[in-house]
């Protein structure tokens, strides 16, 4: 049984001082002032889920790292098979938005890791994943979130920055330690990061400083939508974890962290993912939209959405991640079940600009959107889906060769293509039935000819 009981005497926080810069001046969208651009580093939460939970499970016999996300409108998306030794150069919330580069040095990379991620607008802007080395990092919705300012190192825009953190580390610990390096803007988001080690941290950034829970600040491997010390203080008033106060799964008014943290702590001795799921599914509350299991211990992703309820899955070693062969994509909400390692199509322009358009248009649809934000500059979603796109592609329109789509099959309608099997599951396919309609041929021939001679000896 796994125990992950908080004491009082670890119920502390880990408050690292505010990166330089520290105060931020936020100006309403095109305020100019001394001739500079200025743009708030925190947009309002367009678009993401109010209920969202990430939490990790881990024993002698277990690991499962388990993610709701949640939102009051179906969430399209693409798992992305990203190669290592890949140039990026990153890019912040103002350049993508309104199109403006900031004053800040810019950011270039070559991917040390490979990784699989869920992909809110395409490749390279991520919601989370993990990558070859067993780093894992997920977003969740944190109101009053704000992000630190400093002009004198990047700024980058937080969907990219978890990808930047995928491609370069393999620790939470290597993570924490070059938190400093970029600013973030964007949406209003905490984030929960883990290792093969089972090292966990939660990443908070609150009126402008860096707060980090980890190690004994973190006991209870469990991130949702509050702050993670504002949650163990409301933990420690239940039974089990210090308080009196008795913990009913059914009341669904208890705040998730507590459901999930009394479902870690009170785990039957077997465990698989269908008790990852079980989890999860305990913390709906009527706005999930994707829920993934990945167990660690079989290097295995599992995966179901609102619109493609069965559980899906597939083994993240038989991915080629080196920069050699193409990058694989597969729609998230595809209606498919079981083993869906075959249905992963390669990666071209025209497919991934279909993704980026189908998630900004559904991220503009709630809440206020994104159009306001642009119409001021005088841009509109297809400039952003542009931009978006150029990104992924490495600052062309073109792509790398990491990104060719060997297939020489692009289908005009990305979103068809992304949900059907690949040539090579074709092929497979076609082969077994073949195989087996020859039998049934040859059984039949072979019984129709014993039943003749048989007539024929009479």
Not at 124 to 140: K, Q, R, S, T, V
Not at 186 to 197: E, Y
Not at 294 to 301: A, L, S, T
Not at 355 to 362: T, W, Y
Request: hydrophobic share 35%.
């Amino acid at each position: 049984m796994a125990s992950c009981r908080p004491s009082s005497e670890n119920l502390t926080a880990v408050n690292h001082a505010p990166l330089p810069g520290g105060e931020i001046h936020i100006a309403p969208l095109g305020e100019v002032t001394s001739g500079t651009v200025l743009f708030s580093s925190t947009l309002p939460s367009v678009g993401i889920g109010s209920s969202c939970s990430t939490f990790m499970f881990r024993t002698d016999d277990a690991f499962l790292i388990g993610h709701n996300l949640d939102s009051g409108r179906e969430v399209p998306g693409t798992i992305v098979i990203n190669k290592r030794n890949v140039k990026k150069t990153g890019v912040s919330a103002l350049e993508l938005i309104v199109g403006i580069k900031p004053i800040n040095p810019s950011v270039e990379w070559t991917s040390r890791y490979g990784s699989i991620t869920f992909n809110a607008w395409g490749k390279e802007f991520i919601d989370g994943g993990i990558n070859e080395a067993g780093l894992y990092i997920h977003e969740m919705t944190l109101l009053g979130t704000r992000f630190p300012e400093d002009d004198e190192v990047p700024r980058m825009f937080m969907m990219q920055w978890m990808q930047y953190q995928l491609d370069n580390y393999a620790t939470v610990e290597e993570v924490l330690l070059n938190l400093s390096t970029i600013v973030l803007d964007g949406w209003t988001w905490h984030f929960f990061v883990s290792d093969k080690d089972g090292n966990t941290a939660g990443i908070e950034f609150i009126d402008g400083d860096l707060n980090v829970s980890t190690g004994n600040s973190m006991p209870m491997p469990v991130l949702c939508n509050d702050a993670y010390q504002e949650e163990l203080v409301n933990l420690i008033n239940y039974t089990g974890f210090g308080g009196e106060e008795s913990v009913s799964l059914r009341d669904k008014g208890t705040a998730r962290f507590v459901h999930a943290a009394y479902m870690i702590q009170n785990a039957p001795q077997s465990i698989d993912p269908d008790y990852g799921f079980k989890i999860l599914k305990n913390l709906e509350r009527g706005l999930t939209q994707w829920s993934i299991v990945i167990d660690m211990k079989q290097g295995r992703v599992y995966f179901r959405t609102s619109t493609g309820r069965k559980i899906k899955y597939f083994d993240m070693s038989r991915f080629d991640l080196s920069p050699d062969t193409p990058v694989k994509m597969l729609n998230i909400n595809a209606n498919l079940k079981g083993d869906v390692f075959y249905y992963f199509v390669d990666y071209s322009p025209k497919r991934n600009w279909r993704a980026a358009k189908e998630g900004i248009e559904s991220t503009d649809s709630y809440e206020q959107g994104l159009s306001k934000s642009l119409e001021q500059y005088g841009y509109d979603l297809d400039d952003l889906i542009d931009r978006v796109c150029t990104v992924a592609n490495g600052e062309s329109c073109g792509s790398s060769l990491a990104d060719t789509d060997s297939s020489g099959n692009t289908d005009d309608i990305a979103e068809d293509a992304l949900s059907k099997p690949s040539q090579n599951g074709n092929w497979i396919l076609l082969l077994v039935l073949g195989i087996s309609l020859a039998l049934l041929i040859s059984i039949s021939l072979f019984l129709f000819y014993r039943k003749w001679r048989g007539r024929s000896a009479k």
